[in-house]
């Protein structure tokens, strides 16, 4: 199995909170100026993979969140899915 392949499937297996630990990393890395330039390439490689993980994380729980739905009594009576717009 390819780096890259293990890769992608090390990012897939991170939680949300993870993953960002993981890009705040990467960020500190690249921002520090410190690592080679094919160092410096590899983790850009790698903070883009983590940030589309991020993404992709953040619209999966977007899509489970729901709007609790009142009656004239203000009591909860259901759910319904939440409109973000």
């Known amino acids: 199995m390819s ?3 293990t890769d992608q ?3 897939a297996a991170l939680s949300f909170e993870e993953a960002m630990a993981a890009l705040e ?3 500190a890395k690249l921002e520090s100026g410190n ?3 094919e160092q410096s390439i590899d983790l850009y ?3 883009t993979k983590l940030k589309a ?3 992709a994380k953040l619209k999966d729980a977007q899509a489970k969140i729901e709007k609790i739905t009142l009656n004239e009594n203000g009591e909860a009576v259901g759910t319904q899915p ?3 717009e």
Do not use: S
């Open 45 to 47: 490689t790698r903070g």
């Open 35 to 37: 690592a080679p330039l």
């Open 82 to 84: 939440f409109d973000v």
């Open 9 to 11: 499937q090390d990012i």
């Open 3 to 5: 780096a890259i392949a």
């Open 25 to 27: 990393g990467v960020v």
């Open 53 to 55: 993980h991020c993404e």
